[in-house]
């Protein structure tokens, strides 16, 4: 695995809902069909699409939505959503760049917490990155074992 991105020129910008697919699709619903790529209030004004750029070509996403979870006492919560890196482009920290720049946005907004429902395999990306389950583990259909993680901004 690679681990130096030094190298690798990229730049982040927000994206619309559609733009994403082109990463959503292979990393998250891989073989199922190109309409299971949508997410509910991915239009909304609230949602912002973020996407990483290595020359020009578009190889990560991130969503951030306006959702509070009840778990949590604060106003100002978003759900981050659909986090993917392109295969090839995995473990050369372009997911926490593209975190960071999310965390970023998001406090300068003024939100307090951020959460999601985070993939098994996925936790210790997300630790390393300060984030902490919460609960029990679950399963969501089609899938898999996923578990509520968080962080305070
Ligand atoms: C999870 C994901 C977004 C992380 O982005 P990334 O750019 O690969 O991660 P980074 O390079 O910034 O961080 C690497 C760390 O993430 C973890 N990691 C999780 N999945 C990984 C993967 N498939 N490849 C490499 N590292 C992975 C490792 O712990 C790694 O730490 P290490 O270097 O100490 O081993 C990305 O690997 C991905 O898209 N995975 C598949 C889709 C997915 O699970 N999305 C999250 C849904 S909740």
């Known amino acids: 695995m690679k681990t130096d991105n030094h190298t690798n020129d990229f730049y982040i910008r927000e994206i619309s809902a559609k733009e994403t697919y082109a990463v959503r699709h292979p ?11 949508q997410f509910t209030d991915d239009e909304l004004e609230t ?3 973020l ?15 306006k959702n509070c979870n009840m ?6 919560q978003y759900q981050l959503r659909g986090m993917a890196i392109l295969k090839t ?16 946005l998001l406090k300068e907004k003024h939100i307090a ?10 936790v210790r990306f997300y630790q390393k990155n300060e984030y902490q389950t919460v609960g029990q583990p679950f399963e969501i259909d089609k899938v898999g074992t996923h578990y509520v993680m968080t962080k305070v901004l």
């Open 27 to 37: 990393v998250l619903r891989e073989g199922r069909p190109i309409e299971d790529c």
């Open 47 to 49: 949602t912002i699409h």
């Open 51 to 65: 996407g990483l750029y290595v020359d020009e070509k578009l190889i990560g996403i991130a969503t951030f939505l």
């Open 71 to 76: 778990q949590f006492s604060e106003e100002k």
């Open 89 to 104: 482009f995995q473990g050369q920290q372009f997911g926490e760049h593209l975190l960071r720049y999310g965390e970023h």
């Open 113 to 122: 917490r951020i959460w999601f429902n985070a993939r098994e395999t996925a």
